[in-house]
């Protein structure tokens, strides 16, 4: 038989656990090579959803997973490369932030696709840029446009299949 204390335990433990798991983190699976060579096909990562829960602004460089609008609300995992208020310009492969070119050693090879951002994109208040690393293999803002703060569901913080920090 449980005691009245047992029950308040045990209620504590699934409510406490069920906060967690709505609010703090969740596993999510990679589907395809988007963003290879970082992550694979089928790594199993842990998502913080820190950001969503409390609205707290996406770093570039921040690998998100976020449900796709225009992809009939799939969830897609992408890297952040523009932010809130800044102008996108894609040239020649190399990518241009308010325009100066950035630097970064994420893409898997060089673009050979400039998409959407063949011309200067300023993002709006909430709206990121956001790019696949295997770049010349992902449907990401080049195809879709930016996305909406609101659509992103969380940041990967580990890929438990390589145990490694993202």
């Known amino acids: 038989m449980f005691t009245k ?7 504590s433990v699934i409510i406490g656990t069920l906060f967690v798991l709505f609010f703090i983190v969740q596993l999510a699976i990679v589907s395809g090579n988007s963003m290879n060579p970082t992550l694979e096909d089928k790594d199993i990562l842990l998502v913080s959803r820190i950001h969503k829960t409390f609205s707290l ?13 225009q992809e009939n609300n799939r969830l897609l995992i992408k890297r952040v490369i523009g932010l809130p208020g800044e102008t996108i310009h894609i ?4 990518i241009y932030i308010n325009d100066e070119k950035i630097e ?22 909430n709206e990121y ?6 770049r ?23 890929d438990f299949s390589d145990f490694k920090k993202l």
């Open 57 to 69: 602004d996406y770093n570039r460089f921040d690998v998100v997973i976020f449900q796709s609008e």
């Open 91 to 94: 040239k020649d492969g190399d």
């Open 5 to 11: 204390k047992d029950i308040i335990t045990y209620l």
């Open 104 to 125: 970064e050693n994420y893409g898997k090879e060089h673009m050979t696709y400039d998409g959407l951002a063949e011309t200067p994109i300023t993002l709006k208040e």
């Open 129 to 134: 840029f956001v790019l696949g690393d295997n």
């Open 136 to 158: 010349n293999n992902s449907k990401d803002s080049r195809y879709l446009g930016p996305i909406n703060k609101k659509t992103i569901l969380g940041k990967a913080i580990i």
